[in-house]
């Protein structure tokens, strides 16, 4: 986990840099806009054209161009452009370049705080926390099968909700053998992920076996929910197939398993299923002798 802190950490850099840039730019900004305020020329210039047009009317006056009238309008018209353009327009005070800097800190926190809420909520961390795990015990020689399995199922207290805890511990209780638990792990994985014809098989599959291979009313109800669904799922297939060899009908039991077949790309699965279609050929043949 350490990387991948390591890793938000230096993403979240740039964007810590972006919310402290105002604050490293704010006096120079500053004294920018007080210079440009106090340098300020524009009343002059309008000063200066009003002057130039004033002038240029008098010119006209005087050659007979316009009339006294004339004259007097237009002289009025300019006097109120000047006092438009030179009127004080209301200026706010800057403020200090230290103003809001208290409020970058509180944003800074409440951000890297929504990021990290955010992440808990709908990242990975738990997904990781069990990469690790398995990483863990990949790389060690001899691994020790109940620590590993204590580890999960501290994990599954931790984070209650991830479907991918409840499946690990669903294989490592199946293949112990201990079929209740397993059984647990598996509807409690059902009731996150929802009901699956997949997962659908593997609960009809397992109460199969916990039933002693009998095809009770609760197995059959699983059964039939998942043909509904999925009328070619493989392992549904399979466990009626193995029904039909353990009530002596090798026809049925070859029909359905090479239906199973159909939708497989488990090696050993496969095979299985061929040994089992081979081994009720056989009974067939034994029993047309």
Not at 138 to 144: E, R, Y
């Amino acid at each position: 986990m350490t990387p991948l802190w390591i890793a938000i950490a230096l993403t979240a850099l740039p964007a810590l840099g972006f919310l402290l840039a105002p604050l490293w730019r704010a006096r120079p900004l500053f004294d920018t806009q007080r210079r440009f305020e106090q340098q300020d020329s524009s009343d002059a210039q309008n000063v200066a054209i009003f002057e130039r047009r004033l002038e240029s009317l008098e010119r006209a006056r005087a050659r007979g161009e316009i009339d006294a009238a004339r004259f007097a309008e237009d002289r009025l018209e300019l006097e109120r452009s000047l006092l438009e353009d030179t009127a004080a327009a209301p200026r706010r005070a800057l403020k200090a370049p230290s103003a809001g800097r208290l409020l970058v800190p509180v944003v800074m926190v409440l951000a890297l705080a929504a990021c990290l809420l955010g992440y808990q909520r709908n990242g990975a961390e738990g997904d990781l926390a069990l990469y690790a795990i398995n990483q863990d015990m990949l790389g060690t020689p001899a691994p020790d099968i109940e620590a590993y399995r204590a580890r999960i199922e501290q994990e599954a207290e931790r984070q209650p909700g991830n479907p991918n805890v409840w499946g690990a511990l669903f294989s490592l209780y199946r293949q112990a053998g201990e079929l209740d638990l397993a059984d647990a792990a598996l509807t409690r994985l059902i009731e996150i992920e929802g009901r699956s014809p997949a997962l659908l098989a593997e609960l009809a599959e397992l109460r199969f076996f916990q039933a002693g291979r009998r095809l009770t009313p609760a197995v059959q109800a699983l059964v039939d929910e998942a043909q509904a669904k999925d009328p070619r799922q493989p392992k549904v297939l399979s466990l009626l197939g193995i029904h039909a060899f353990d009530e002596g009908d090798f026809e049925l039991a070859i029909d359905r398993w090479r239906r199973a077949l159909a939708s497989l790309e488990d090696e050993a699965t496969i095979e299985a299923l061929r040994e089992g279609i081979r081994t009720a050929q056989a009974r067939l043949e034994g029993r047309d002798e």
